[in-house]
């Protein structure tokens, strides 16, 4: 799966999942100061990921990812 | 129409919680060993005009609680109320109770109900609505003569149920324990006469409980009315802890 495939899958869980409003989720967008999500949403948002992607993904690999950019690229790694 | 899982819902209390549920919700009885119970307990629900099922769930085993849930959201689409009701006994005095007496009670009481409301909590998160119930003891909250660990697992689920009440609060799901005094199952059978008068000798009201007590705070809990109520506890003991 290509980079932008990812990014419009994790696109649409932000806005399906979350009710985040679509134009909000860009690449550079920081999960918690420009999409205001709490560390619950942070665990819904991994959990829908896990689900979509049929992955598992460990809390440490959760530590550098602070930005729905960075969140893409550990998907696309893992895919 | 809610659908509510019962662990341990073929017998005693879980079987009351279950049939009373039933006039309100879709109903899973769980249970591990008892099936014909349990197909007993689901007949009753629906010749009073509910819906029912009865479900195999071992929860000392992921496996068996993640096949459980599965097979009611396939029949119900979700688990919307948890009823964490399945528990044992294997007594002995502390001095005496041995380790693999103690690693049972806890796996299957304490770390049995972690696994089924971990499980039932993906779900609810979803649905942005949940109910968790924990049936504890008084023994939980008092301890009790001959019951470590049986104590130890219940007053285990309160530090549980409100951890959860704080975590999940914010999405309509609710995290609640009930604390049962004497109530008359199989797994209070073995006291005698003499020792059920001593009992009533504690308690203001002068009966020993019944199911059906703990099963209505249970349906209240369930309730839309209760949604302003977590992370508390409600010994149901006739004021044996008062």
Known sequence: MEVNEVFDKVKNLFVDELGIEAEKVTMEAKLEEDLDIDSLGIVEVVMAFEDEFEIEIDDEELTDVGTVGQAVNLLHSKL | ???????????????????????????????????????????????????????????????????????????????????????????????????????????????????????????????????????SSVAGISGNTGQSNYAASKAGLIGLAKTISKELGSRNITSNVIAPGYIETDMTSFLNDEQKEDIIEQLSIKRVGKPEDIANMVSFLCSDESEYITGQVFPVDGGLTT
């Open chain 2, 1 to 135: 129409m809610k659908t509510v899982l019962v662990t341990g819902g073929s017998r005693g209390i879980g079987k009351a919680i279950a049939k009373n549920l039933g006039l309100t919700c879709n109903v899973a009885v769980g249970y591990s060993h008892s099936k014909e119970q349990a197909d007993e307990v689901v007949d009753e629900i629906k010749t009073a005009g509910g819906n029912a099922i009865a479900v195999s769930i071992d929860v000392t085993d992921q496996n068996s609680v993640d096949e459980c849930f599965e097979t009611v959201e396939d029949v119900y689409s979700s688990v919307d109320i948890l009823i964490n009701n399945a528990g044992i006994t294997k007594d002995n005095i502390f001095p005496r109770l041995k380790q693999e007496d103690w690693d049972s009670v806890i796996d299957t009481n304490l770390t049995g109900s972690f696994r089924a409301s971990q499980r039932a909590i993906k779900g609810m998160m979803k649905n942005k609505w949940g109910r968790i119930i924990f049936i």
